[in-house]
């Protein structure tokens, strides 16, 4: 197969995984676009050219290698190269037997008008398309889209690394309203520990608390494991068990996460991780 050239983009929406892959060889381009969300069973919704539409079988099989869920909408466009665009062409011996046919009927009836060159034109067989060979852009089509379904693997990664940004973003906030809470409570702490503790005890239960509330550190681990994962998709050897050992450590930071929240914000924040996380878990499961 000719060597192909190729372009990747990657397009972050909420919870939407996009995907799109432009890839090129002597015959011409492919350019898939990929996305889904989240659903219970898979549903994909192929957009192939008409050129291409023998290679529904194959593309169906590629999804469901590489996603057990999800609603796709997957759609491909292409372009030849000039050389391989075709054209039309003329079938002489139609043409000529048509005039030796029309010759003989106009030597028996002696009146009638010849043929038009439109009507020779619709005659059936005197235009035919010129074949094109689609063989190198076919095994085009389906590489690039293998490379565009483990391209979203990344999108969700981006989004992972989104999510992580806001909560590092609401992180002062969330520990402001819990300096608040705790000085709310602070009297009735104190009429507890009174007895059995000083004020240094006090302090030091505070600090303890605030060092299992906070949640720094899961969100730094979080960043070192989506930036592990990239550089392992990078990678050109088997990376499956990486991957599927990566996806645990992301469930683990992402339910730590979820049990350290203080408010609303920090527990939908840490329910999307988990969707994205279960998202690319399916899909490194098809991962040598």
């Known amino acids: 197969m000719p060597a192909a050239n190729q372009e990747i983009r990657i397009v972050i929406r909420s919870m939407t995984?996009?995907?799109?892959?432009?890839?090129?060889?002597?015959?011409?381009?492919?350019?898939?676009?990929?996305?889904?969300v989240n659903h219970r069973y898979?549903?994909?919704?192929?957009?192939?050219?008409?050129d291409f539409r023998q290679l529904e079988p194959e593309v169906r099989k590629l999804l469901s290698k590489h996603l057990t869920r999800g609603k796709v909408d997957l759609g491909m466009r292409y372009k030849l190269e000039q050389q391989l665009q075709g054209g039309i062409s003329l079938n002489k011996d139609i043409v000529l037997n048509l005039r030796e046919v029309e010759q003989q009927v106009l030597n028996i009836v002696h009146e009638g008008s010849?043929?038009?060159?439109?009507?020779?034109?619709?005659?059936?067989?005197?235009?035919?398309d010129v074949e094109r060979d689609f063989s190198s852009l076919n095994e085009l089509a389906l590489s690039s889209l293998e490379q565009a379904l483990e391209e979203?693997?990344?999108s969700?990664?981006?989004?992972?690394?989104?999510i992580v940004a806001e909560l590092r973003k609401h992180r002062p906030q969330m520990m402001t309203?819990?300096?608040?809470?705790?000085e709310a409570n602070l009297d009735d702490k104190l009429k507890q520990w009174r007895e059995t503790a000083n004020e240094n005890r006090l302090e030091q239960e505070l600090v303890m608390l605030a060092q299992k509330l906070d949640v720094e550190e899961e969100l730094d681990r979080l960043d070192t494991h989506v930036a592990?994962?990239?550089?392992?998709?990078?990678?050109d050897e088997a990376v499956g068990r990486r991957l599927d050992f990566l996806m645990q450590e992301l469930n683990r930071e992402?339910?730590?996460?979820?049990?350290?929240?203080?408010?609303?914000?920090?527990?939908q924040h840490a329910v999307d991780l988990k969707v994205l996380i279960e998202q690319m878990r399916e899909q490194v499961q098809n991962i040598e």
């Open 42 to 50: 898979l549903e994909p919704a192929l957009k192939l050219p008409e």
């Open 228 to 235: 592990e994962v990239i550089n392992v998709l990078g990678r």
């Open 152 to 154: 979203m693997i990344r």
């Open 17 to 36: 995984a996009f995907a799109r892959v432009q890839e090129s060889n002597e015959a011409g381009s492919i350019t898939w676009e990929l996305r889904s």
């Open 254 to 267: 992402a339910n730590t996460l979820g049990s350290k929240s203080q408010d609303s914000a920090t527990t």
């Open 177 to 182: 309203a819990l300096r608040e809470k705790w």
């Open 156 to 162: 969700r990664c981006a989004q992972v690394s989104e």
């Open 114 to 128: 010849k043929m038009s060159v439109a009507d020779i034109l619709s005659w059936p067989g005197v235009i035919t």
